[in-house]
C-alpha cells in the first residue's frame, strides 16, 4: 500500500489536548491550491479540537520586527526531563509507552529509514544553510560558482559540513512574477551550471538540498504539481533532498514523485513532523527557538522525533540567537546534529567562535559515533553521578555510548559515571582522546574525568581496542582539547558595510534636458529598512557612512548640496537610443531587456520606464549620459522636500498618484512615465512611487552585496507575508540582495539618474 492509499484508508493521528500543530499547517494548506490537493485525505481523518487557533506566522509590521508568540509550546516538540534523578525509572517507562501508542496510532512503519538509498541520510550531522547571495558563494566578476572557497572558510571554523542547502528564493522572490522554480532556472549558468555547481559539492563529500516554498501561490503559475516539477528539476542538477520551507508535514507526493522518476530525494520539512508524515521524512530541522520568547529549561528536553524514530535525522537551529549554547548542549544530549544559519537573508551572524569550536567538536564525534546515536536501546538521562550533569546513554553490539553535557557554569571534575565493572572492557574519553581508567569497587566500575562549566563530554564502552576510525577520533581530539573550550571567545560583533562609491559629474548651470534642480538644504535624513526578519539588531539593514554599525532605524541631520535629477524614470526609447549609440552588451546578458524582442521594446512602450537592467547595466546607462545614479539620500529628499511628507504628493494617501496595484500573478505592463501627474513632488519630480522599484546606492560587506530600492513596484502578489515587500512610504526602503546581473535583473526594477550642480 502506497502513502497515498494509506492516508485515503482513514490513518489518524494523535491529537493533544491543546491547539494542534496541525491547525497551524491546514491554515497554510488552505491557502496553498497544490497543498490542498496533495493531501486532502489526511485532512479529512483529522479531528480537530475545538481551541482558538492561529497561524505560526503572524503578520509582519512595518517596523519589520516579527510578532511570533505562537510558537508551539516545549511539548509539541520535546519531552522534559526528569523533575529529579530518583524519577528516571519511571519517566522513561512512561516515554516507552508513549513510543508504542504513537506507533498503533500512526499505524507506524518504519521502511523508508531501511531503504539503502537513503541510509547517507543518517549521517547528516552538520548542515548549513547557504545564501546564493553569499559573496563567498559565486564570483559575479569571473562568473563562477566558488564552492571551494566556500567550503574552505566556513569548514575552517565549524568543522567538516556533510549537507547544504542552497538557499535562492526568499527575500528577493516576489520582486516580480518568476515563481521559485524560475528562480533555481535563473541561477547562473542556468541548470546545466547549477548541476556543475553541484557536482562540486558532491566531490567534497557535501549534499545538497535546495528548498521548497508552499507558500509561494500568487507567482507565475507553474501548470504542473510542485511535488513533478521539483522532482524533475532536481534530477536535472542532481541534488539530494528537499527542505520544506515553514511546513511541519511533507504531503507524502513529493515522497512518490521522486521515487518515480528513479531520482529519490530526502524530504526535509523545516520544523518537526509531529503525524504521519514521519514515516517518510527521513530528516528535519528543530527549529523550535528561532525567535525571541522560547528558552531551553536547565534539565535538557528530549526529542519527540528522535525518541520516536532514532534514525530519524534532526539538525537543530538556532538563529539569531548571540550564544548558542543552550541549543548545541540539546542536540549533542539528544544526540542530533546542527543546521548553522550565518548569513540571514543579507544579515551577517556568525557563530562566535566558542559556538564554533563547539560545533566543531560535537559533530566530529557524532560522525564517527554515528550507528551508536541511531540505536534503538537510547536512553535519555541515564544516571551520572554529579548535579547538574546530564548523560545519554546510547547501547549498540558494539559497546555503549554516552553523550554528556554539563548544564552548570562551573567545571565539574571527578567521578562522572558508574557501570556494572565487566573484564575486558575498555573505556574512552572522545572529548580529550585518552583511554580511561575506571576505579573498581564492589562490582562497580566509576569513571573519572573533567566536564567545563557549560561544557560537553563523550565516553566510549567497548570491548578490545577500537577500530580506526574510533583510532583517528581519539588522535584528533586529544590534540584539540589541548585548548579548553572556555579560551574561545563567546563575543559576536556585527560586520561592517561599505557604501559603494558613485562618482561625481561633470557639472553644468542649467538643468540637462529632461532634469529638475533640486536646490541645496539642510535635510533631516530619516528613512528605516522593513526586512521582514532581523528586528533592529545591529547588522541588520545598511550602514550608512556616517554611522558605526548597520542597524533599521536612520536619521541623519545632512547637507545636500544642489544637483539634479531626472524628471522621470528612464524610458525605453531611451535606453534604446543608448543602445545604439554604443552597442553596450553587458558579459551577463542574462535577462538582460528581456521584456524585449529582436532587439527592441513592444508597440506603445516607448515611454514605459526601460526594466530588466541590472545596476551595472543602469551605471553604464548613466556613464553615457553623463549622469550617474543617485544616492538614496539624494532620491528620498528630491521625492520629500524638507517637510518629511510620506508620499511626494503631501501627507495622504491618494489612490490618483499612482498606478493600481498589481496583485498577479502574471506581471502587467508599467505605466507611462507621465501617467499620474498628481504624483509629482514638490519639484515637480514625476513616476517616484508605484509604478517600478529604482536603483540607487549598493552596499557590501565581507558576505553580501545589497543594493537599495525606493519608489515600489506596483506588483505585489497576493498570498503571502514572505514575498518580497514593498513600500510606498518616503520613509522606508527596500533592501535588494544581489548575486550576479543576470539574477538580479528584475521585470520591477528600473532607474532614473542625477547630475551633479556646480
Given amino acids: ?39 486532502t485525505p489526511l485532512l479529512l481523518s483529522i479531528q480537530f479540537s475545538a481551541d482558538e ?15 511570533l508568540t505562537e510558537l508551539p509550546p516545549p511539548s509539541e516538540v520535546f519531552f522534559p526531563g526528569p523533575a529529579s534523578p530518583s524519577d528516571q525509572p519511571a519517566w522513561l517507562e512512561g516515554l516507552k509507552a508513549w513510543r508504542n501508542d504513537r506507533s498503533t496510532l500512526l499505524r507506524y512503519n518504519p521502511a ?39 567550503l574552505s572558510e566556513t569548514e575552517s571554523r565549524i568543522g567538516p559540513i556533510d549537507a547544504v542547502l542552497i538557499w535562492h528564493v526568499y527575500p528577493n522572490l516576489g520582486i ?3 515563481n521559485q522554480f524560475d528562480m533555481l532556472r535563473d541561477l547562473p549558468g542556468g541548470i546545466p551550471g547549477v548541476r556543475r555547481m553541484v557536482e562540486q559539492f558532491h566531490r567534497r563529500g557535501v549534499k545538497v538540498f535546495f528548498p521548497l516554498l508552499a507558500w509561494d501561490t500568487g507567482t507565475r503559475d507553474e501548470g504542473a504539481a510542485p511535488a513533478t516539477v521539483m522532482a524533475q528539476l532536481l534530477k536535472e542538477v542532481d541534488a539530494d533532498g528537499i527542505n520544506f520551507d515553514t511546513l511541519e508535514s511533507v504531503p507524502p507526493g513529493f515522497r512518490e514523485a521522486s521515487d518515480a522518476i528513479g531520482h529519490p530525494l530526502a524530504l526535509e520539512p523545516q520544523f518537526q513532523p509531529r503525524d504521519a508524515s514521519i514515516a517518510w521524512t527521513n530528516l528535519s530541522w528543530n527549529d523550535w527557538v528561532t525567535w525571541e520568547g522560547k528558552q531551553y ?56 567562535p566558542h559556538d564554533a569550536e563547539a560545533l566543531l567538536r560535537i559533530t566530529r564525534i557524532e560522525r564517527v559515533m554515528a550507528d551508536f546515536l541511531r540505536s534503538p536501546g537510547w536512553e535519555p538521562h541515564a544516571p551520572v553521578l554529579q ?16 553523550t554528556i553535557i554539563n548544564r552548570n557554569e562551573y567545571n565539574v571534575a571527578g567521578s562522572q559515571i558508574e557501570v556494572q565493572n565487566r573484564e575486558g572492557m575498555h573505556y574512552y574519553d572522545l572529548w580529550h582522546g585518552t583511554e580511561l581508567t575506571p576505579a573498581v569497587a564492589n562490582g562497580k566500575a ?4 573533567d566536564l567545563e562549566g557549560l561544557g560537553y563530554g563523550a565516553v566510549l564502552a567497548t570491548e578490545g581496542k577500537p577500530d580506526g576510525s574510533v583510532q583517528n577520533l581519539l588522535s584528533y581530539m586529544a590534540e584539540r582539547s589541548k585548548r579548553p573550550l572556555a579560551s574561545y571567545s563567546r563575543e559576536w ?16 548651470q542649467l538643468p540637462p534636458e529632461g532634469m529638475v534642480r533640486i536646490p541645496e538644504a539642510d535635510y533631516d535624513f530619516q528613512v528605516s529598512g522593513i526586512e521582514i526578519e532581523g528586528g533592529n539588531d545591529p547588522g541588520a539593514d545598511v550602514q550608512y557612512p556616517w554611522e558605526d554599525t548597520a542597524r533599521r532605524f536612520h536619521r541623519h541631520r545632512m547637507h545636500i548640496h544642489t544637483f539634479y535629477i531626472d524628471r522621470t524614470l528612464v524610458t525605453n526609447a531611451e535606453f534604446k537610443r543608448f543602445l545604439n549609440s554604443t552597442h553596450y552588451s553587458p558579459k551577463d546578458d542574462h535577462n538582460f531587456l528581456r521584456a524585449w524582442k529582436n532587439g527592441s521594446y513592444p508597440q506603445g512602450w516607448d515611454n514605459k520606464p526601460v526594466t530588466w537592467v541590472s545596476i551595472e547595466d543602469a551605471r553604464a546607462y548613466a556613464a553615457w549620459s553623463h549622469k550617474r545614479l543617485p544616492h538614496e539620500w539624494e532620491w528620498q529628499y528630491a521625492a520629500q522636500s524638507t517637510d518629511g511628507r510620506p508620499y511626494p504628493w503631501g501627507n495622504e494617501w491618494n489612490p490618483q498618484a499612482l498606478p493600481p496595484a498589481d496583485s498577479g500573478p502574471a506581471l502587467r505592463p508599467s505605466a507611462d512615465v507621465t501617467a499620474f501627474p498628481k504624483g509629482a513632488s514638490p519639484s515637480g519630480v514625476l513616476d517616484l512611487i508605484g509604478n517600478v522599484s529604482q536603483w540607487t546606492d549598493e552596499y557590501r560587506d565581507p558576505h553580501t552585496r545589497a543594493a537599495i530600492l525606493r519608489g515600489g513596484a506596483a506588483y505585489q502578489p497576493s498570498g503571502s507575508i514572505w514575498y518580497f515587500p514593498q513600500t510606498y512610504r518616503l520613509d522606508e526602503h527596500q533592501k535588494y540582495l544581489l548575486m550576479s546581473p543576470g539574477h538580479d535583473r528584475a521585470g520591477t526594477v528600473g532607474f532614473r539618474c542625477a547630475a551633479d550642480a556646480p
Avoid at 541520510?121 to 563562477?144: A, C, N
Avoid at 566509576?446 to 574525568?449: A, D, G, K, V
Fill in 1 to 39: 500500500m502506497n502513502l497515498k492509499d494509506r492516508y485515503e484508508g482513514g490513518e489518524s493521528v494523535e491529537l493533544s489536548s491543546q491547539a494542534h500543530p496541525m491547525h497551524s499547517f491546514l491554515n497554510r494548506v488552505l491557502k496553498f491550491r497544490w497543498l490542498a490537493a496533495a493531501i
Fill in 446 to 449: 566509576t569513571l573519572n574525568f
Fill in 53 to 67: 487557533w492561529k497561524p505560526r506566522h503572524d503578520l509582519v509590521s512595518h517596523t519589520g520586527v516579527m510578532n
Fill in 297 to 352: 529549561p536547565f534539565i535538557p528536553m528530549v526529542s519527540k522525533n528522535k525518541w520516536m524514530e532514532p534514525r530519524h535525522t534532526v539538525n537543530v537551529t538556532d538563529r539569531f540567537t548571540r550564544d548558542k549554547t543552550d541549543s548545541l548542549q540539546h542536540a549533542f544530549f539528544n544526540g542530533q546534529g546542527y543546521a548553522t544559519l550565518e548569513n540571514l537573508w543579507g544579515f551577517w551572524y556568525e557563530d562566535n
Fill in 176 to 178: 516580480d512574477d518568476r
Fill in 387 to 402: 548535579a547538574g550533569v546530564f548523560a545519554s546513554r546510547f547501547p549498540t553490539a558494539k559497546g555503549t555510548l554516552w
Fill in 493 to 508: 560583533k556585527a560586520v561592517p558595510q561599505t557604501v559603494v562609491e558613485i562618482p561625481a559629474t561633470a557639472t553644468s
Fill in 112 to 150: 523508508q529509514y531501511e531503504r539503502p538509498d537513503l541510509e547517507w541520510t543518517q549521517h547528516i550531522f552538520s548542515q548549513v544553510q547557504l545564501l546564493i547571495w553569499d559573496r563567498s558563494f559565486y564570483d559575479p566578476d569571473k562568473g563562477e560558482y566558488t564552492v571551494d572557497r566556500f
